[in-house]
């Protein structure tokens, strides 16, 4: 059974060197074929996303530094939390964080069939992130919205009068 939380690749040799080439050749057919088959618009927020990071990876660990090359759980929460959150007015949204993860997720999927990433799934250590992320977007839209039943139908007008109008 595959566990996305075991560090080692997803692809494993029977000890047969043709049918470990087979295999592989196998996984990396089906991973095309995804990225192939998927909605032109997300590949490419998928693909400006990715170039994102990769430029804030040159940009922070050096184009030299090998570990830098492999997307992983700790990198990705940094660069969400310094890079995405460096803005004090941007807004973090809860589903924009949630795109960045599928982009960065998709880039490790990429790297993991390629054999060069071994590092478990990078969501994993998000969503304690997340959690903090979505408790503080709901405050901000309690403190902004305080009181929610302006200009409804509860704001000073009956429904006759509305319709009146």
């Avoid at 692809?11 to 043709?18: A, R």
């Avoid at 997300?42 to 922070?60: H, I």
């Avoid at 490790?108 to 992130?129: K, T, Y």
């Amino acid at each position: 059974m595959y566990d996305p939380n075991d560090s080692t690749p997803q692809f494993h040799t029977s000890g047969n060197t043709k049918l470990g080439l087979k295999m592989r050749a196998s996984q990396q057919r089906i991973q095309q074929e995804r990225r192939e088959h998927r909605p032109k618009n997300m590949t490419n927020t998928y693909n400006s996303m990715q170039k994102e990071l990769l430029s804030w990876r040159d940009k922070t660990f050096g184009v030299a530094d090998p570990a830098s090359h492999t997307a992983n759980r700790s990198k990705v929460v940094y660069y969400i939390e310094s890079e995405r959150g460096e803005d004090p007015n941007a807004t973090l949204s809860v589903n924009t964080i949630e795109i960045h993860l599928a982009a960065i997720v998709d880039l490790w999927r990429d790297q993991r069939n390629r054999g060069i990433n071994s590092f478990p799934h990078p969501r994993i250590e998000c969503e304690q992130f997340m959690d903090a992320l979505a408790g503080k977007e709901s405050k901000k839209k309690r403190d902004e919205y305080h009181d929610r039943a302006t200009l409804t139908i509860g704001d000073g007008y009956t429904t006759v009068e509305e319709l009146t109008a």
